[in-house]
């Protein structure tokens, strides 16, 4: 049966931009800015605070691993007092080598390595919303060897280098978040793959989303009644589930529609529409423009891209600039 999780990831295409060492010594402080994509960070040795916007600080230890799947603001510092230094995207450094915070000299408290991805999928936000401000994990030795791995593959010029960053990146959200899943994670796809009733439902509609699924037919494969199963998969999901499956049908079809190789029947079928001008309206209703507009402007918006930006393989221009400010 389909993993939600998996296609999620694999349908908003994450690649590796950039990522650096970082290591602080004595009083040492740092302030982040917004920055609104995701990154992460990897303790390879010492420890640390992160106090993350609208979250507990944390202290980090060796071995801890970091996403921040929008990365809000937050400050990271050593133990002994210190007055944060501003850091924003905008600010211009080198990406080149280790940066050191707080004494230069002798060993340092910590070490890190911090990187930043990107989404090359508009439809970014629908994975972001239903993941977990943060997710923190310790001492997981998987994930310490595919960021030692995402490292190498990052700083090595070799024959395929950017198809195994992709695949490693995929691999290093997949396991960080669904390391992270449980009946305490906040409302999201997480929790609601936590619960195992929940997850039979929202395995079977990403498995079959050309069904025509009714609110009595998803009850039934979580066995439990209409009304308990709206309530639990709300208050887990933080959507009611037909809208869920609405967001998820909207997605597909999109992608299928970014493909060009497609007619609009043939997408409508395929994401649970009887007819063109049905998928059509709802299409229209949910994304504010009829789907073969939406088609041509994406064809439109990527010609563009072609023309004026590096290829895939570059990091972006503000990403390398919030990673060389770090």
């Known amino acids: 049966m389909s993993d939600p999780l998996s296609q999620l990831i694999s349908l908003f295409q994450p690649r590796a931009v950039l990522s650096k060492g970082i290591s602080g010594a004595g009083a040492w402080a740092v302030r982040y800015a917004e920055f609104g994509q995701p990154s992460f960070c990897a303790v390879l040795e010492g420890s640390c605070l992160l106090a993350v916007d609208g979250e507990d600080a944390v202290t980090l230890e060796a071995g801890d691993f970091v996403l921040l799947p ?50 090359d999928s508009p439809d970014a936000a629908m994975l972001v919303s239903l993941l977990p401000s943060m997710v923190h ?21 070799r024959a395929g280098r950017e198809l195994v960053l992709t695949r490693v990146v995929e691999v290093l959200l997949i396991e960080a978040v669904r390391l992270a899943s449980g009946h305490d994670a906040p409302p999201g796809l997480l929790r609601g793959l936590a619960d195992e009733r929940l997850a039979v439902a929202m395995r ?51 992608d299928l529609l970014r493909r060009q190789d497609l007619g609009l029947a043939l997408v409508a079928e395929r994401v649970g529409y009887s007819s063109a001008s049905a998928f059509s309206t709802a299409f229209s209703r949910h994304v504010g423009m009829a789907p073969s507009r939406y088609a041509r402007m994406y064809r439109l918006v990527s010609a563009r891209r072609a023309d004026t930006n590096p290829p895939p393989a570059a990091a972006s221009k503000t990403n390398r600039r919030y990673m060389e400010s770090v």
């Not at 990406?95 to 930043?116: C, F, I, K, M, S």
């Not at 709300?234 to 999109?254: C, D, F, H, N, T």
């Open 137 to 157: 994990v310790r001492g997981v030795e998987r994930l310490a060897m595919l960021v030692g791995l995402l490292r190498e593959e990052s700083l090595a010029d």
């Open 70 to 119: 929008q990365t809000p603001g937050f400050t990271m510092s050593g133990f002994e007092p210190a007055l944060p230094r501003q850091v924003t995207p905008d600010a211009t450094g080198t990406a080149q080598g280790e940066v050191r915070h707080g004494r230069q000299d002798g060993p340092p408290g910590v070490r890190l390595l911090g990187g930043a991805f990107a989404f």
């Open 204 to 254: 079977r509609m990403h498995a079959e989303p050309a069904r025509t699924w009714t609110m009595a037919q998803l009850a039934r494969t979580a066995a439990l009644s209409r009304s308990a199963f709206f309530e639990r998969f709300s208050q887990a999901v933080g959507l009611p589930p037909m809208e869920y499956l609405l967001a998820w049908r909207m997605a597909l079809a999109k």
